[in-house]
T-cell receptor, first 115, second 114 residues
Framework: AQSVSQHNHHVILSEAASLELGCNYS??????LFWYVQYPGQHLQLLLK??????LVKGIKGFEAEFIKSKFSFNLRKPSVQWSDTAEYFC?????????????FGQGTELSVKP | DVKVTQSSRYLVKRTGEKVFLECVQD?????MFWYRQDPGLGLRLIYF???????EKGDIPEGYSVSREKKERFSLILESASTNQTSMYLC?????????????FGQGTRLTVV
């Protein structure tokens, strides 16, 4: 069965620090990968997605993620975080058409950015 | 814009009650999902549906059932609510035909079972 693992449960950074959030998945076939963000009191929003092509994908608000197939990883990065990036971040995997589009999420990483 | 609407933002129910959570999407999406979100556990898939009257169990289906009689509507049913079902419930939809699109989420229903 598919599963998604996010290594960090809570990350605390100061503004301007660099960010990397880990995500690993277990599924041997073709996958689609996503990072979602949930700001306090708001619904989940898409940050970025990977379907095919360039394994380095860029999303909104300066975020990017790199798909490394050999490591089953899709880590999220941002060179310089801002206080407004304080939120919970979720990695998700969709195993594609054969699974009926089933979408599985990781446990989430809470990011706190100190001004 | 895609809109996924959940019928209630907050619900308080008593133990043993039958509870219905409704979700409607307006983008003709084939896939619809129900998740529950708990601190430290992320989003856990309860059920999903890829077509009318079709449903598949997710990772935590026990104590829940679903209904999809129309394409735009996906209902989550708690047959006999229990306190351990107190949680935030999220509905989502996505296109099955257009595989390069993401899932869109509703605002969530915070259910408290007392």
């Amino acid at each position: 069965a598919q599963s998604v693992s996010q290594h960090n449960h809570h990350v605390i950074l100061s503004e301007a620090a660099s960010l990397e959030l880990g995500c690993n998945y277990s599924y041997g076939g073709t996958v689609n990968l996503f990072w979602y963000v949930q700001y306090p009191g708001q619904h989940l929003q898409l940050l970025l997605k990977y379907f095919s092509g360039d394994p380095l994908v860029k999303g909104i608000k300066g975020f990017e993620a790199e798909f490394i197939k050999s490591k089953f990883s899709f880590n999220l990065r941002k060179p310089s975080v801002q206080w407004s990036d304080t939120a919970e971040y979720f990695c998700a995997v969709n195993a594609g058409y054969n699974q009926g589009g089933k979408l599985i999420f990781g446990q989430g990483t809470e990011l706190s950015v100190k001004p | 814009d895609v809109k996924v609407t959940q019928s209630s933002r907050y619900l308080v129910k008593r133990t043993g009650e039958k509870v219905f959570l409704e979700c409607v999407q307006d983008m003709d999406h084939e896939n619809m999902f129900w998740y529950r979100q708990d601190p430290g556990l992320g989003l856990r898939l309860i059920y999903f549906s890829y077509d009318v009257k079709m449903k598949e169990k997710g990772d935590i289906p026990e104590g829940y059932s679903v209904s999809r009689e129309k394409k735009e509507r996906f209902s989550l049913i708690l047959e006999s609510a229990s306190t351990n079902q107190t949680s935030m419930y999220l509905c989502a939809s996505s296109s099955l035909k257009l595989m390069n699109t993401e899932a869109f989420f509703g605002q969530g229903t915070r259910l408290t079972v007392v």
